[in-house]
């Protein structure tokens, strides 16, 4: 009888807590899980969350904007700022409103691929873009409840010639491959530090950014916006830690990626998904 109520608690507790958006759950339901475990049963390992995969393909049309180097404003509404030595190159893409999300979607990658235009390259090629930038919505393609890419002018050339200017297109979500590890640039002031979240791999959209101060506990960063976060506490003079969760509810920790004498503007490289 106790056994199976011990059960009976612990599946209510995990349907309560895990939610793969929320920092503070995910701390709390290992928390309960470790308080409710039974002793005189073995615990079973926890299995790890399914990486993202390929999506569904889904039609949606593309534009071009921005200079022939594939640099002008490609990452402004996400924060990333210069894109190009931020090792995301040319092949990135502002999404529209729908698509966009808030800026949740940051980071994203996806798979395109020009059909139905004889203007199309030919063998219709697939490309993958990171989503970097807002599309504004202005009446034209990008406003809702569109979805559509405007790509990095480069981008746009490579599945489609130029006089194109609009083209139909298909998409799916695939996960980003990036060179090297998740980087986290800080920035602020000893009461408000930011931190850009970029290069990150498997789904790359972060959903939920903890940092560590080596004499402290985890903190739940908030969003500021596209993939910037901040927090409030004071982190100075200490070594820190970052715990990254991504849409695909995977999650991967990096510690004491920045020493104790780190400094504002500095950027510091921690692990990546695979």
Avoid at 23 to 32: D, G, I, K, L, M
Avoid at 84 to 107: I, M
Avoid at 108 to 126: D, F, Q, S, T
């Amino acid at each position: 009888m106790a056994s199976s109520l011990n059960v009976f608690i612990s599946g209510f507790w995990l349907l309560f807590f895990i939610s793969p958006y929320s920092c503070t759950n995910v701390v709390e339901h290992v928390s309960r899980t470790k308080q409710l475990s039974h002793p005189k049963h073995p615990k079973h390992p926890k299995q790890p969350e399914p990486a993202l995969g390929p999506g569904v393909w889904k039609n949606a049309r593309a534009t071009f904007y921005g200079s022939g180097d594939g640099t002008e404003g490609m990452g402004g509404a996400c924060g990333y700022d210069e894109v190009k030595p931020k090792g995301y190159g040319v092949h990135n893409t502002a999404l529209s409103p729908t698509l966009f999300n808030n800026g949740l979607t940051c980071g994203a990658c996806y798979e395109i691929k020009c059909v139905n235009n004889h203007l199309c390259k030919p063998g219709c090629p697939r490309l993958i873009v990171t989503a970097t930038n807002l599309c504004a919505s202005n009446g034209d393609w990008c406003s809702p409840p569109n979805e559509h890419f405007d790509l990095s002018q480069p981008a746009f050339l490579q599945i489609a010639e130029q006089k194109a200017g609009v083209t139909p297109i298909q998409y799916r979500r695939v996960p980003c491959l990036k060179q090297g590890g998740t980087r986290f640039t800080i920035t602020g002031n000893p009461y408000y530090t930011m931190v850009l979240v970029w290069n990150v791999g498997g789904a790359g959209d972060v959903t939920c950014l903890e940092v560590k101060g080596h004499e402290g506990a985890w903190n739940a960063m908030r969003r500021d916006w596209g993939q910037k976060w901040v927090t409030n506490v004071v982190l100075v003079h200490q070594s820190l830690s970052f715990r990254v969760r991504v849409s695909d509810g995977r999650a991967i920790t990096s510690m004491n990626v920045a020493p104790r004498n780190w400094q504002f503007g500095q950027t510091f490289e921690g692990t990546n998904f695979k």
